[in-house]
């Protein structure tokens, strides 16, 4: 027996699925309607023409009153659908001079060209009132004597108005322009679509070149320091540790990049002491910088949460450079401050830089956008993609102003462990966290 396989779609494809039903119902309930408000047009104009029959029959019977053919004429010279009058041998009704020559043709609400010979008029007036013929079948207009027969006298021949027939039109023409702009949106999202994926992967290749190029450099100066002082223990033992800490970065670096694209492991921490790890490694690395700038971290406990501590380091070590990117003055700051509030982790970024412009606040997250001549603007993105889709937290832009900046990082507080999880860090992270515990 075959089994039957389940489909499953992507969410970009349902989405897509999504909006194609939703154009299908628009497109379906806008036919409707306007086919609707049609049939109730048309049903007017034929009560409108049956009127005017019956009020021109009864002008004609003996005794009615003048007023009667009065009020027919005055209502044909109100409808606004074209209508032609003919005689019982569907012939058009003409319109002669004093001298009994033939000026016109009677017609309601037809345009045409009335300088033609009076034969082409005809032509063409008879060939308008065949096609309405196919379209409606002709109203007579009946005499009734005084014995009660009644003789075909007319036909009325009558079409739909110029509204109806535009109606008809409208939701085609609505139709075709929304395609257009479904057309014209879907070509300009596809291009930013691809630009940003343009910018992702030369930012990924600039970001990976980055930050391998520090500790590979390091690693070569120790090799030469080695070849030049082979004799001198101390200064090779130095150099092993040393080179121990580079290789150890360049395996944080490879975890790093290996976990992008794939579900992060995560593990139980308190996030102050991955915080923690941060600040010392910066408080050594950002005088090499050039940057003066102090970083500290304020905390009421322990926090825990549900994280994976190599791509939250790169979190907040992205925050950490473009704080200090930001920073333009001798006593520059960036705080790190942690508290637990109605069951979640709140981590706020507070630095003292020259702050962000509110014209690109709501772009900073975006691929390749960046405000620096050098920059590659994927790292504040490569943030808010770990924090948001990786670990379903919140990162925003808190406050900003010339005075400073303030980013927020949310996450949903777990409890502590019944055994703090050192293990789930990386190697300079439980140094760090050793080292606390002994000196207290």
Do not use: C
């Not at 086919?35 to 048309?42: A, F, S, Y």
């Not at 005809?122 to 409606?136: G, I, N, P, S």
């Not at 070569?220 to 001198?232: A, Q």
Request: zero cysteines.
């Amino acid at each position: 027996m075959s089994q039957l396989k389940t489909i499953r779609l992507t969410a970009s494809a349902n989405l897509k699925l999504a909006l194609v039903l939703m154009a299908l119902v628009i497109v379906g309930g806008t036919l409707l309607y306007t086919q609707r408000l049609v049939e109730r047009m048309k049903q007017s104009e034929r009560e409108t023409i049956q009127f005017y029959v019956k009020t021109f029959q009864s002008g004609m019977v003996e005794d009615a009153p003048v007023e009667m053919l009065g009020l027919a004429l005055d209502l044909v010279n109100t409808v606004e659908f074209p209508m032609i009058q003919t005689d019982a041998e569907h012939r058009l009704s003409a319109v002669t001079d004093s001298l009994g020559r033939i000026t016109k043709y009677e017609s309601i609400n037809i345009d045409y060209d009335r300088t033609l010979p009076i034969e082409e008029q005809y032509k063409f007036l008879d060939r308008r009132r065949q096609q309405m013929a196919q379209v409606y079948d002709p109203i007579p207009i009946h005499l009734i004597d005084q014995n009660g027969d009644s003789t075909v006298l007319n036909y009325v021949y009558y079409d739909d108005s110029e509204v109806i027939t535009q109606l008809r039109w409208l939701p085609y023409i609505e139709i075709l322009i929304g395609s257009m702009f479904i057309l014209v949106g879907y070509l300009s999202f596809s291009h930013i679509k691809r630009n940003e994926q343009s910018n992702i992967w030369v930012g990924m290749a600039k970001e990976t070149a980055h930050q391998l190029g520090t500790p590979l450099s390091s690693l070569l100066g120790w090799i030469e320091l080695l070849r030049l002082m082979p004799e001198d223990t101390a200064q090779v033992l130095e150099a092993a540790d040393e080179m121990e800490r580079d290789v150890e970065r360049l395996n944080k670096v490879a975890q790093r990049f290996s976990k992008i694209g794939s579900a992060a492991e995560v593990h139980t921490v308190d996030v102050n002491e991955v915080l923690r790890h941060v600040v010392g490694y910066f408080q050594r690395r950002l005088p090499h910088l050039g940057k003066r700038v102090t970083l500290d971290l304020e905390s009421s406990g322990p926090v825990y949460v549900n994280i994976n501590v190599h791509l939250f380091e790169w979190v907040f070590e992205n925050l950490v450079r473009n704080a200090a990117d930001a920073i333009d003055r001798p006593d520059g700051f960036v705080r790190f401050k942690v508290r637990e509030h109605r069951g979640h982790a709140v981590i706020d970024i507070v630095d003292n830089g020259r702050g962000i412009d509110p014209k690109i606040r709501n772009d900073i997250f975006r691929p390749g956008f960046s405000t620096k001549k050098r920059g590659w603007g994927l790292g504040l993105s490569l943030a808010r993609r770990i924090v948001e889709e990786y670990h379903k937290g919140k990162i925003t832009i808190k406050d900003s102003s010339p005075e400073g900046t303030t980013f927020r990082i949310r996450l949903d507080a777990v409890a502590a462990p019944a055994e703090a999880t050192i293990g789930a860090v990386s190697s300079d992270t439980k140094d760090a966290v050793r080292s606390e515990h002994q000196g207290r």
